[in-house]
Structure formats: structure tokens, C-alpha cells
């Protein structure tokens, strides 16, 4: 079989919130991340007010990446990453959101940054906003629902693009900007843009009009960042979790059609540069309010994205017999969902199907023709540290491996276009969903426990050395 492409870009990602700690240093203001507690894999983290003293926040100090960089930087050379993808924390540029001017401490770590990875070869990939947005804009404006706060993203992009126009080339809007789209479970809203419902709202539309809100900042963005640099490329990012029909009862098929529009409603406006039929329909049906003004069909289809980045870990089924449920994920949900006979699942609940990421590859493709990143994958698993200090973490090279495979069928004989791979939490981090640590990705074991206890210290576990090796051989070995 043929190898992938030459420059394919091996990497690891992580986000600036669950990794940097140093949520209040040399200036940094609070994020939407800093109100959140931890939680766990049966309940939702809970979102407070403020930040309270006799409540554990574990973003708060993370996994130290803030103070460890160069250090990591250096372990992630040694196995050989071509690429990091991270975000920059957008309290850490404008502390409050609403300034004028960006705070330089903040500006001047991701120059350290993106100069320490440099320095290895290795090419920065960027998310401008990863559950980060600043807390007082979240407060005081009510996040994206507000118009005015396109402004300040599209103001904190313009600032980071012309600050790192020389340093970072791949850049990415929104994370996951799909997940509000589960808008009953309030965590997602939150960290995708900052809104709360209010007792007696219809959620949906405050949804819509958020994330068109948020449609447009990206659209902005797009749009400025080529002025800055023509050569930058500026992708979207979904989280992708294929739904399957539970069997051939075309009822279910069409099900699982339509619930898939949970995935593609945000990436089919910002590739395509218009809103589907299918979502005009959806808000003349239910009679939804979304400001859409003159003017904003022209920015979003000036501002279209230049290759699709998502992350994948597992799939769903649905079945029109199963109720819509009222039981909610963590990892949120969809409606109709019932367990797949044919996946296994995590400790966490999550299902492992490494044939839904050839699948998606092959569905993403299709169905926009722009070039692919997978920008996150992963197992999370509690980790064994033994007592000579090794960890032998199996199922982690066997999930990575398996879905490897995947990939290269894919590229190989299905010839999707793809720009690279960076498994999630290639380091230990803070899990997003559930606060803890013990849910841990990466091949780079930190010393640091769910209640905040720990030395930091960073080891290598064996798929360390296992991922060099892939890379290395740029994926035959596996
Ligand atoms: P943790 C749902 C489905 C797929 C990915 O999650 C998801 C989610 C939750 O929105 O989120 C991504 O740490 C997210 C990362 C996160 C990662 O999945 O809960 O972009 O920030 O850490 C893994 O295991």
C-alpha cells in the first residue's frame, strides 16, 4: 500500500484552557472555563457565578503547561511531531473581551510559543476560540447572543493574526462549533459562546441566533485574515460523531439523515457561504426569530473556510422506535439514540469504531470537496503508572493503530484529501467533558490527580515511543 503524503502532518493537540493553567498570571482575565468545577462522567460540571473559594476549578492550574512549555515543546520534538495543534486563550489577549488594546504579557507567551515550536520544525495549528471565551463577556453581553461581541472575536483575531502572521499558517475559528446544537445540556452553549437560557426562552432560538452570531465572527475572521496574509489558511472545526441507522428500517434512515444535520448545519454555511434549505425550513416551521440583517448573507458567503478540521472518537445509533430520551450525556446527545450491537465502549461511555472515521472521511469529502484535518482523536483511559515508572498503555496504541489504518484507506484508496492527524491530548490534560485527570489521552504522562494533588512531573508512557516509531515511518509501522 502506498505511504501517505510526504508532509502529512503528524501532531498531537491539546487546548490552551485544559492544559496552560495560569488562569489568572501576568494578566490573564477569567475565562468560561475558570466558573467550571470539576464533574464526572455521570453528571455535568457545574457552571458558578463567580469563582469561589472553597470550590475546586481544575483548569485553574491544568496540567502547568503555562509554566512546563519548553520542556513539553522538547518531548514533543523528541517524538517527532511535525505539528501542535493548541488554542490561544483569549482572556490571556483581552482580559475582560471589551478592550481596546491587547495585553502584552498575554501576546508575548504565544510569541514564546510558537518560537519554541519553530525552533523544532514543528508548524503550529491554532483554534482562536476553544471554550475560552473571556468571562465578563459572557456576563455582562450574554455572549454571542449579543452582536456586539463579533466584534471583540473579530477585533481578538485581527490582533493574533497580525501578531503571528509570520509564525502560525494554520488557524482554525471555533472548536467544535457544533456542540451548541445540544443546546438542552448547558455546558455546550456555555463553552461555545458564552449564553445561558433564561427561565421561559425557547432554546432553540437563542441557539441559532448565537451561532449565527457566531457564523459571522468566523466569516469576519476569514475575510480579515487574508488581508493580513494571503497565505494563511483558515479552517472551521466540528466535532463528528457519525449517526447510523440502527438497521435498514428506511424510517431509520431518514432519521439518522436528519439528525446528522446536528453535525453539518454550521460547516455546510461556513464552507458553502449560505444557510441549507433545510435549516430555513426548520426556523419557518417553528417559527424561529433569527436575526439575520441585510447585509449578512454577503459576509458569510465572503468569508468561507479553507479546509474542514474535526475531531472524531466515536459513533451513535438511532432507531424512530427508541423515545426521544430525556436521559443527557455528558458528551452530549442526540435524540433517538440507542446503544450500536455492533461498537464496544469506553469506560466513559464512549463507542470505538475506527471504520466511522474512514467513514466519515469519505461522507466529509463528498459532501464538501475542501481538504480535511483531523484534528482530534483519541482514548481516554485511566492510566497505570507501575513501580518502575512505566506505563503500558495497550488500548491506546491498539485505538490509535486501529484508526491509523483507517486513515490510510481513506487517503489511499478512497483519495480523500486530508492534511494531517494530531490525536488528541498528546499530553495529559484536564478532560473537558468531566473535569477530571484520571480521563487521560496522552503519551505523556503528567504526575497530577483529579483533586489537584501531584508532582507535574511529565514521563513517557509506551505509546510515546510507539507514535515516534509511526511517525518515523510515516504510518506503515504500526
Ligand atoms: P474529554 C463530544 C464529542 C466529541 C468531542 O473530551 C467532544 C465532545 C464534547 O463536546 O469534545 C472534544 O476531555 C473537545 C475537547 C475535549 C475532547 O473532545 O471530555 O474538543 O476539548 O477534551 C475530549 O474526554
Known sequence: MSKLPKDFLWGGAIAAHQAEGGWDKDGKGPSVADVMVAGGVKGYREITDTVEADKYYPNHEAVDFYGHYKEDVKLFAEMGLKALRTSINWSRIFPMGDEAEPNEAGLQFYDDLFDELIKYNIEPVITLSHFEIPLHLAKEYGGFRNRKVVDFFVHFAETVFKRYKDKVKYWMTFNEINNMMDYESPVFLWTNVGVTIEEGENAQEVMYTAGHHALLASALAVKKSKEINPDFQIGGMVAYVPVYPLNSNPNNVMLAEEVMRMRYFFPDVMIRGYYPNYALKLFEREGLNIPILEGDEAILSEGTIDYLGFSYYMSTAVD???????????????????????????????????VGLRYTLNRLYDRYQIPLFIVENGLGMVDTVESDGSIHDVPRMQYLGDHIEEIKKAVNEDGVDLIGYTPWGIIDIVSFTTGEMSKRYGMIYVDRDNDGNGSLQRSKKDSFYWYKKVIATNGEDL
Open 320 to 354: 424512530v422506535d427508541s423515545p426521544v430520551s430525556d436521559v443527557k450525556k455528558v458528551h452530549g446527545s442526540v435524540p433517538h439514540e440507542v446503544d450500536n450491537p455492533y461498537t464496544t465502549a469506553t469506560d466513559w461511555g464512549w463507542t470505538i469504531d475506527p
